[in-house]
């Protein structure tokens, strides 16, 4: 069965640093997506991407963020530079068949 | 303000009983889904409805989606303890390209 995959399982990283967490979504979805989650609280959209191009942000997507589909096949989120409050599980989703299809995410941990 | 409504946040039931899970909305939605999400991955689709007043089982999961499309509840038959975990409902809004709004999720504890 199709499944949306991302990598690393886990990252840390120091404070200020840039991070890029990898997604390759399900092949013949067109829409994606990136979630986040702090510890204990609910799923957040940051960002949807249809077409090479943003289509919606959040609030959470600041300057500081960045998506990218860079051959086709893998979709990133890069953070430039980490702040401590960026510390969650990330996960990466496609669109197809009427319903969003998860990663298994990766958690961010800023020290 | 919540665009989904989930209620209750936190169920805690003995093994057997039956229960019930609401999503509400003042919006309507275009599909509704629901998640089950496990302590450190991401949520696993259970079902997505689309059509007002569907009704669709999963096993001992029954799932409905409100005739306007505002609101859906997902029943647990004879919980087990195996159904313990996050229930988390999402929609996708009427038009636009699909993006899909979480609810805060219901935590569910079945007791053996």
């Known amino acids: 069965e199709p499944e949306v995959t991302q990598t690393p399982s886990h990252q840390v990283t120091q404070m200020g640093q840039e991070v890029i967490l990898r997604c390759v979504p399900i092949s013949n979805h067109l829409y994606f997506y990136w979630y986040r989650q702090i510890l204990g609280q609910k799923v957040e959209f940051l960002v949807s991407f249809y077409n090479n191009e943003i289509s919606e942000k959040s609030e959470i997507f600041d300057d500081q963020f960045s998506v990218e589909r860079p051959d086709g096949s893998n979709f990133t989120l890069k953070i430039r530079s980490t702040k401590l409050e960026d510390s969650a599980m990330y996960f990466c989703a496609s669109f197809g068949q009427g319903a969003a299809f998860f990663g298994q995410g990766t958690r961010l941990t800023v020290v | 303000t919540q665009l989904l409504e989930q209620s209750p946040q936190f169920l805690s039931i003995q093994e057997g009983e039956n229960l019930t899970v609401y999503c509400n909305s003042s919006?309507?939605?275009?599909?509704l889904q629901w998640y089950r999400q496990e302590p450190g991955e991401g949520p696993v689709l259970l079902v997505t409805?689309?059509?007002?007043?569907e009704v669709k089982k999963l096993k001992r999961l029954t799932f409905q989606f409100g005739d306007a499309r505002k609101d859906s509840s997902l029943h647990i038959t004879a919980a087990q303890p195996g159904d313990t975990g996050l229930y988390l409902c999402a929609g996708a809004l009427s038009g636009g390209y699909q993006k899909v709004t979480f609810g805060i999720g219901t935590k569910l504890q079945v007791i053996p």
């Open positions: 919006s309507v939605f275009s599909s």
């Open positions: 409805v689309v059509t007002g007043g």
